[in-house]
């Protein structure tokens, strides 16, 4: 059974950092593309960033191009979100989820399994 338990959020104050983790099991994590979401109290559910099974190839949503960086480490079985230069606006639970297929993608609908979530609080 697949399993994804995400780490790493807080309390941060705007302009700091925060890297966040997401431990995988139950699956053959080199496999298969992940990615990061978040969602905002009262909104829908976000794409944040998207990489391919070797890591050769991202994505990002344009309000965190150049702030956010995703990486994965294949051999920990285990995906990053290295959040720099946090906002407000940045403040949500962020999600890691694992998409069935080797390629990227930033639509929700593609992913098939999901973490329960890290809450991210940026104070201004």
């Known amino acids: 059974q697949v399993q994804l338990v995400e780490s790493g959020g807080g309390l941060v104050q705007a302009g700091g950092s925060l890297r966040l983790s997401c431990a995988a099991s139950?699956?053959?994590?080199?496999?298969?593309?992940m990615g990061w979401f978040r969602q905002a109290p009262g909104k829908e559910r976000e794409f944040v960033a998207a990489?391919?099974?070797?890591?050769?190839?991202?994505y990002y949503a344009d309000s965190v191009k150049g702030r956010f960086t995703i990486s994965r480490d294949n051999a920990k079985n285990t995906l990053y979100l290295q959040m720099n230069s946090l906002k407000p606006e940045d403040t949500a639970v962020y999600y890691c989820?694992?998409?069935?297929?080797?390629?990227?993608?930033?639509?929700?609908?593609?992913?098939?399994?999901w973490g329960q979530g890290t809450q991210v609080t940026v104070s201004s």
């Open positions: 139950g699956l053959t994590f080199s496999s298969y593309a």
């Open positions: 990489i391919n099974w070797r890591g050769t190839r991202t």
């Open positions: 989820a694992v998409r069935f297929n080797t390629l990227a993608s930033t639509v929700r609908t593609d992913y098939g399994s």
